[in-house]
């Protein structure tokens, strides 16, 4: 008997127990509790049969829960990344399922309990979300359930993940200025040692360098990443002797403060001075004056494509071997009124 | 026998079931298949013991499932509430409990889809929030179920509710100005029919009156509520022979269009000009120099209020009659640095 011939059929009949739980011992489905002893009896049986207990058996479940579980870090309860629900909903929502969405404040007890929580519940997977582009680990809870990473990455190489792509974004940035003429750019930088604040810059300097701007020509400063964050690094940096022309802030907010920098040295923007932004966060790019030009995180494309590949997994037949993919999605640049080209 | 004295247990026994399914049927637990044959027995020997089945007889069921829902309609994807669902979590999780949130995107159809899916998941309760204050209508799916409505009202009497105290928000934001001393004071006002618009402007005009500013120096004028909104009717309201010194935005997104039209007017704020906002939004009130006075929405606290009200419906011995509270929750003021006496 070859192993593609032994069904779970064989198992269940081998080990005296229903499909069902040959099923839930194999798929190590939550929120059964099944005794220990069958359950070394339906291992001990497959192993016989040299049945292969492999990651997709889940999907064995007789049905479907028509839900998926966001677990997210804060997404839902800060204003930056909610677009990301919305796009995982969309998705969700055409496969006739809901979306549930728990919040863990970055506590692991907590994050526990909701994962446990959700699987208990039968969700047919799980999008693990974070606000801001980082490394996660991926909790043991949800081994071996469908899951995909959502706005960050993970190390394991079992797991897809999809983040913005963050060193695009900061070449395209440079670009925005460049074509505009200047020549003598400046970045205000993220102080804080995280993927966006070293790929942002790698892009933006890559860009300047390819416009064949000399590197002393680039200058980058840090600061906090809130809106009073650029403030300080701005008045030096538009202090400077040669004082750059075209400025890329590393959010919104701290595009915020290099607005109120410049007032404050008479600076006019866009006359005196170009700045980019990156989130394109409404309130802040529409409530400037000049309207700020800057680059949209892909929060809603993110969620769709998280959605899409969770359901590849979902979807995928029993046997088959789970997709992992992974994707940085492109940051458009969304442009205003704030980059002209520079002073004579 | 007295009413008093049936018990769940004697139903069971004259319609020959089992106390769950008396349970599941007068309670009228969703997801579970009874027969309608079965139902209709259990309802007859319910009727003929004189057994009541009220409205909080679902803590019959045997044990909880520790968690509750948060159906809200776009809480989780805007960056004007998210608090609420803090501040809901922070109490549930004193409960051992997890908190589920869904998105209805203002879908009827998949706001029942969802409501139905927490429902089957057996929470233990529902918040039923908006993301902004107005009057909803509970859905019928939610009767009979312990629920308390979120940053709204509902006219359904046996039905709690907390909103932000709108009227004394506006009394409160007069207040501010009327006590550093103006006297000719303005209102840009959300020009849409909604509580907070109507309230927030009557305890403004009454702080006003209590001040003895004299009705025709207070000027309201309309726009939409965004970062636009309040440009045209500010420069219109700030043009005037005898302008107002200190203006009251309906929302922080309005006050920054206030500080546009301002410096546009060469009005210096505060040294000319006075501005309060409401929201709190620490994006703009942060990020505007000088920094913007306005008034906190309780979101959290909210949260925190309507978690605590829902678990008094949960922990209600059966039988006992379900709490109906309604509560209008302060707004504080946060003072920063755009008020202060008015020019001479």
């Not at 192993?3 to 269940?12: E, F, G, K, L």
């Not at 969700?123 to 949800?142: K, Q, S, T």
Request: one cysteine or more.
């Amino acid at each position: 008997m070859t192993q593609s011939r032994v069904t779970i059929r064989d198992v269940a009949a081998a080990a005296g127990v229903s499909i069902t739980t040959v099923s839930h011992v194999l798929t190590n489905a939550s929120g059964k509790r099944i005794a220990a002893e069958t359950r070394s009896r339906v291992h001990r049986a497959a192993d016989e049969l040299g049945y292969a207990a492999n990651p997709v058996a889940r999907t064995l479940r007789t049905r479907r829960s028509q839900s998926v579980g966001l677990v997210g870090d804060e997404i839902a309860t800060t204003p930056f990344a909610g677009k990301i629900i919305l796009g995982a909903q969309d998705v969700v929502r055409t496969h006739d399922a809901v979306l549930l969405v728990t919040n863990t404040a970055y506590d692991v007890e907590l994050e526990q309990r909701e994962i446990r929580a959700l699987l208990d519940r039968r969700v047919d997977g799980v999008l693990y979300a974070a606000m801001y582009h980082r490394v996660v680990a991926v909790p043991p809870e949800l081994r071996g359930e469908p899951v995909v990473v959502l706005n960050a990455r993970t190390e394991d190489p079992t797991v897809s993940w999809v983040v913005p792509d963050e060193y695009t974004g900061g070449w395209d940035a440079a670009d925005v200025l460049v074509r505009a003429g200047h020549r003598v750019l400046g970045m205000i930088n993220d102080e804080d040692d995280i993927p966006a604040s070293h790929l942002r810059e790698a892009g933006f300097r890559a860009r300047c360098a390819a416009a064949a701007v000399p590197d002393a020509d680039v200058t980058v400063m840090f600061g906090a990443p809130n809106t009073d964050g650029a403030f300080e690094p701005a008045i030096r940096m538009l202090s400077q002797g040669e004082r750059p022309t075209g400025v890329f802030a590393f959010n919104d907010r701290m595009a915020m403060s290099v607005y109120r920098a410049a007032a404050m040295l008479g600076l006019r923007i866009p006359t005196d001075l170009s700045v980019v932004g990156f989130d394109n966060l409404e309130i802040i790019t529409e409530g400037l004056y000049p309207g700020l030009t800057s680059l949209t995180l892909p929060h809603y494309e993110m969620g769709a494509w998280a959605a899409e590949q969770l359901y590849a997994q979902i979807d995928a037949p029993a046997g088959a071997p789970v997709p992992v993919r992974t994707a940085k999605l492109r940051c458009p640049v969304v442009h205003r009124a704030s980059v002209t080209s520079p002073p004579r």
